[in-house]
């Protein structure tokens, strides 16, 4: 685990906004009959995933999972894969655990907090398989770029905690904001591009489509999709 840090501690500036919203039955549903099973705290020590899932399948941690259809997909169709998501928007967390919950399944925990918490204090160094970005919140404006998560610190940090091998899958609707990401990711000496040098991965068979995506595909927006692998340990 990495120690707090001076640094740390002066990190206040966010990438996200937490959106008020009434929950529906469903997603409250969700909390209520799934949270004590699914959810994790992450004031609680991670002893190993293969204590949290009762197995040594890879883990794949996502970031930001919105209302939790494609990782539920995901995790649905591989079940020899584990996965993490962490989201700050109850709403879509009560969406995912009743989803997952109803489905019953064993591959999936989920955290409710802002995910830096979780790559600082509390993700093993060199333990995951993969990290998940999509979509993130592009902040268009220019005076708002200083809070895009995609920043050659978090990218460090990111590489922390992945293995050695593994990659970390980032895809954004926001040409200005993939331009962004591929030259921070191009910059980093913690990964290589599995598509070549500043190049776009089409997107892999295991990110699905969203809902959200297909619609942006008929208005005729594209999708920009970077996988990088962690080439140094």
């Known amino acids: ?16 906004v937490v959106r008020s919203g009434r929950m529906t039955a469903a997603q409250k549903r969700g909390w209520e009959q799934y949270w004590p099973t699914m959810g994790l705290d992450n004031q609680a020590p991670l002893e190993s995933f293969e204590s949290l899932f009762g197995n040594t399948n890879p883990v794949v941690f996502e970031i930001g999972f919105g209302m939790g259809a494609s990782l539920y997909e995901m995790a649905l169709a591989n079940p020899s894969e584990n996965y993490i998501g962490v989201e700050v928007h109850r709403p879509g967390v009560g969406a995912l655990l009743a989803m997952a919950g ?17 790559i600082d204090h509390w993700l093993p160094e060199n333990s995951l398989q993969r990290v998940q970005l999509f979509f993130p919140d592009p902040w268009h404006k220019k005076r708002h770029h200083k809070r ?86």
Request: hydrophobic share 35%; charged share 30%.
């Open 1 to 16: 685990m990495q120690e707090n840090s001076e640094s740390d501690k002066k990190r206040v500036i966010r990438s996200f």
């Open 102 to 118: 109803d489905a019953e399944l064993r591959n999936l925990k989920v955290f409710c907090c802002d995910a830096n918490d979780l």
């Open 148 to 233: 895009r998560l995609v920043q050659p610190a978090f990218v460090q940090r990111i590489a922390a905690v992945l293995k050695e091998g593994g990659h970390f899958h980032l895809a954004t609707d926001w040409e200005p904001y993939a331009e962004h990401m591929l030259s921070v990711m191009e910059d980093s000496r913690d990964f290589a591009n599995v598509s070549g040098p500043g190049s776009y991965a089409p997107r892999p068979d295991y990110r699905p489509v969203t809902k959200f995506e297909r619609r942006g595909q008929k208005l005729g927006h594209g999708v920009w999709d970077l996988v990088y692998q962690k080439s140094r340990g």
